[in-house]
Structures are given as C-alpha cells and as structure tokens.
C-alpha cells in the first residue's frame, strides 16, 4: 500500500513469552503483544502510545504487565512545567565550558571583589594556625594559660580603638565578606536607580528569577568567543530527507561505535542493515498540519565543529514528541551527552508548544522503578505514569513508594481514583460480538468491517457461515484480544490485515 493511504495497517501478533530478561536477567520471563505496522498515523500511534505501545522499527509491543517480570509503565514529561535539577544544570555548565575553552582549558573562575574582601580573613593563615594551636592545647606561656593570655593581650590604641591580637579570627574593624549574588542584586539596583526606574526594595527581589531552558542550553544561545561550535539539526528519516541521506554514513559509524563500546556488541552485530531495520525504517507516515509543523520519524543530529557526536532518534505526534533511541560518541562520555541530547529534546517540544498549545509533553519510552538502568528517566520533572488498567496518567512521585514495594500496581488509586474507574476508550471485556462489528479489516485488499469479512472469508473456503470451527474460534479469540489491547479507536480506525 503506497504512503500517504491515510489508514494504518497491521498484523497482530498473539502474546509472546521470552525466557531471558534485559532488565531482572532472570529467567522469570517476559511477556508481551506485538503488531508489525505496514503504515500507522503519527494520530494511531499516539493513541496506542496512550494505551502503552511503543515501537522498534515498525514492530510495535506492549509488555502483558500482570505476567511479565519487570512491569514496564509509559512514562512523559509534562514541558511546559519543566524542573531543572542541580544536577541537570551542571550537565549544561559543563557543556558550555567546552565550548568556550575547549578540551584540556581550565576556566578560570572569577568571583567580583570576593578575594579582596576576605584578605583581611586569610591573611597570614601560617601565624594564625599556630596561634590558634597554642589556646586549644592550653600550653602556658610565662606560667599563664594560652587563652588567658590572649584574653589579655587585647589593647586600646590611643584613639581608644580595640586591637585584636593575631589568632581571634576576622578583625571586627573591617566590612564582612558579601557574597556575590548580593552584590551584583545592589549593583542591579543601582543601576536602575540611574535609569530612573524605582528599585523594588522587598525581600523577593533578592530572589532572582530561573532561567528558562532554552536561555541556558549553550548550543541555543550561543557564547561569544567561543572555542567550539555544537549545531542540532533535525533531519526526516523516513522518508529520507537529502540531509539524512548526506550523513548516513557518519550517523551509521556512529551507531556502530556507540553499540560496540557501551553495549559490547560485536561488530558482526552492527550491520548496516540491523541500525537501519531498528532506527531508520519507520511505519509512520509523514504529515505537515495547518500550524506548518511537520509529523512523522526523524534524526535530531548534533555537530561539533562538523563532527556528528550524537544522535536522537525521535517520533514527532500531534502532542508529544516520544524518543526512541539516542547514540553518541564514546569520546565525549564527560558531556554526559545523554542528557544534554534529552534536555535539548525537552526544548524541541516546548518551541512546539509554541506553535501548538496541544503539544506539551516528551515521552521517553518505559520506566521501571526498581531499575537503575530506567531510573534516570523519572529525573526529568514533573514526569508521569500511565495507570495500566485505566489508561490514566498519574505524577511519578505519588507512585514511587508503591512501585518500590510492589512491581504492578493500579497506579490511579494512588491518584484519588476507584477501582471501579475504567477508560472510556476500552471496550468491556470479555469484548461482545457485537461490539467486534466496527473493528475495520484489510482483506484482499479490501477495507470491510469484520463481520463482513467473516462472511467474504466463509464464502471463498466454501465453508458455511454459521459453522463453528476451532480455527473460526481460534480467530475471533484472537480479534477480541485485539481490540481490547488497541482501544475502541485505533479498532474502529486501524485497518487489520487477513491473508
């Protein structure tokens, strides 16, 4: 079927049990559905995101969270409430450092007038050592003890000014050290005094306002002077845009060299073909809505200095942008890299949000807690998790202690939610024939409703319709599984293909 159809097309897969486990490595097992998409909408595929699907390439799987052994909960960062943390904060610092220095440069720090204001606190630190020695250990000097000498050796001047003797600490006569936040507040203040503004004078305007994440990602706004230059580019994989195709083979060496040295594949492993079936081909159609913002499967490169140092592969939907996968140069390990290519994606989708409201979060695939491999996902604030039975999204923190405790939970009742609340979208199972009437079949080519095709199928194996056969039973089971894994929508919306 040619792209641009406008429909999705899938084969089901029934439940699939693997012995091995990425996450536990026990032989417990892991349970999941699968579907190969021939095509899917970036609307079907949100919506089966919304329903806990993700993607490899064009095959789709959902883990059967109550029989398989590491639970694995969708989780998205709301963007437009964005909370950086120290630690993200510092990943951006150090960033932009290397720019500006490069490799091997030792920035200087320099703090305005700090070290010229704590001279008189650390001047002869050597005699002021030995002093404060001399009043801990209590050693007498002239029959008298230490700290009653010093007591007394303290003299007025002949203006009646006292004079602390060496090893009492800061001399009280001098200003105390300002801190430098405070100092640059007066400075600011003063300036606006000159300018004619009022200076406002309450207590929060000491505080000053966060930086917005896109005023601190140093490739966003670039330093002057700087010793190096970081470039993102956003590229379509699929299909491939002339850009793509320009810098797949760097991007292919790239993957290889990622895989090799942090997954320790061999290079038998890293074919051409296994990074393109994984990260290039792509079941989502490409689209440009009335806001000029284009949909579908794209690469977002990062350059440095005309060297391609990582690569986040991405899923651009309606309201999300959801990430895939992300591989970068072993070479650059202290940029923390997979952080700052996470960072700059959360600022993607708020120049997104920008241009549409609707689009306000970043989906970074499954989180499990009891995962160190996982954990670092739930680092992006506020994030949330999707509630496996009633497909709603609850705050990661209100289900962390329940997750730490439990591996598969109900997680709306963590939320105020009832046992009793169900998606509005899921049919009512066991799913009734007569509900299964709308689900949309692709049969020789044909789009038909699935009884119809019950009937086309009867007739072409010049089998009577009403007999029931184990191979009959065997497909309608199959069909309400179906149904009830993808949601009333993407039922009545997908198209399921019979050979």
Known sequence: MPRGFGRSIIDYYDARFSPSCGYCKTRKGKHTHGMWAHLLTVQDYESLINRGWRRSGKYCYKPTMKKTCCPQYEIRCDVTQIKLSKSQKKVMRKMKKYLLHGDGETAQKTVEGTQSNCDAVTSEPEKKENSSQSSVTGMKKDGVPAAVSLENSIDEDSSGRRTPSKGLGADPNRPQCV??????????????????????????????????????????????????????????????????EESQEESYNLYKKYQMAVHNDSEDECTRRQWKRFLVDSPLQAEIDGNGVSYG?????YWLDGRLIAVGVVDILPTCISSVYVYYDTEFCSLSLGVYTALSEIALTRSYHALKREMSYYCLGYYIETCSKMRYKGAYS???LLCPETYHWVNLEKCRETLQKVRYARLNVLDGGSLEDRCEDSFTEPVQD????????????????YLTYRTQKAFDNDIAEAEDTPSTRDELDEIRQYAALVGRTCAHRMLLYRA
């Open 297 to 301: 499967s794209f690469h977002n490169q």
């Open 434 to 449: 007569i509900e299964l009437s709308r689900v949309l079949v692709l049969y020789k080519q044909r789009m038909c409703e």
């Open 179 to 244: 801190k430098a936040k405070v100092r640059r507040s007066e400075k600011k203040k003063a300036k606006m005094a000159e300018n004619g503004a009022a200076a406002n004078t309450s207590a929060s305007s000491n505080t000053p306002q966060p930086l917005t994440l896109e005023e601190v990602l140093p490739h966003l706004k670039p330093a002057e002077g700087a010793r190096h230059k970081l470039e993102v580019r956003l590229v379509q994989s699929n299909p491939m845009s002339i850009h793509f």
């Open 382 to 384: 506020p994030s949330f």
